[in-house]
């Protein structure tokens, strides 16, 4: 079946470093992909998504692009700040309303 | 403004105590889910309802029992609720049809069995 793997965290990070966070997919079929965000004590956001190969997703000075061939989906950041600091999911939707979550990844970042 | 609503947000409460956490969305979308995320397993999804009247189990169903009376009402019953569903629990929404629409949570509800 269709399955996400991100890489384990915590990832720490000094502010302003480069950031990326690895997930690749099985899948079936042609899925959309999404990373979402969970701050402390909050629920989850979608912070970026793509829908196709090669399609880049930004947001908030993240982005990711969907690689088909690698089956991947990383997300990358030019300059964290401590404020990014989060857990963030990287998760897939085929066909039906089903979405297929990674375990998540915590992002630790030191001022 | 769209958004997913859980009620309560913590609840402390007792082996056996009957309990229900309330979800509604204003979004009018066919698709609502319940999730349980537990320190290094994750989003465990305990059910789900396609619309109205329509419910599946998700991977973790054991223990829980929903409804789906109203589209956008989804609510997660504890019929005699144990420690091991201390748990951090969300309510998501999304519409059919395009697989590129993303999911909206509610912002949690942490409950402490004793």
């Known amino acids: 079946g269709d399955s996400v793997t991100q890489m384990e965290g915590p990832v720490t990070l000094s502010e302003e470093a480069f950031l990326t966070i690895n997930c690749t997919y099985t899948?079936?079929?042609?899925?959309?992909l999404f990373w979402y965000v969970q701050y402390p004590g909050e629920g989850l956001q979608l912070l970026l998504k793509?829908?196709?190969a090669d399609d880049k997703g930004s947001n908030k000075g993240f982005e990711a692009t969907y690689r088909k061939e690698t089956t991947s989906f990383h997300l990358e950041k030019g300059s964290v700040q401590v404020s990014d600091s989060a857990v963030y999911f990287c998760a897939l939707r085929e066909s039906n309303y089903q979405l297929i979550w990674g375990a998540g990844t915590k992002l630790i970042i030191k001022p | 403004e769209a958004q997913v609503t859980q009620n309560p947000r913590y609840l402390i409460t007792v082996t056996g105590k009957k309990l229900t956490v309330t979800c509604s969305q204003n979004m009018n979308h066919e698709y609502m889910s319940w999730y349980r995320q537990d320190p290094g397993l994750g989003l465990r999804q305990i059910y789900y309802?396609?619309?109205?009247?329509?419910?599946d189990k998700g991977d973790v169903p054991e223990g829980y029992k929903v409804s789906r009376k109203e589209k956008r009402n989804f609510p997660l019953i504890l019929e005699s609720p144990s420690p091991n569903q201390t748990s951090l629990y969300f309510c998501?929404?999304?519409?059919?049809?395009?697989?590129?629409?993303?999911?909206?949570f509610g912002d949690g509800t942490r409950l402490s069995i004793l």
């Open positions: 309802s396609m619309n109205v009247e329509v419910t």
């Open positions: 793509a829908t196709k």
């Open positions: 998501a929404s999304s519409s059919g049809g395009p697989k590129n629409q993303p999911q909206h």
């Open positions: 899948a079936t079929g042609y899925p959309s």
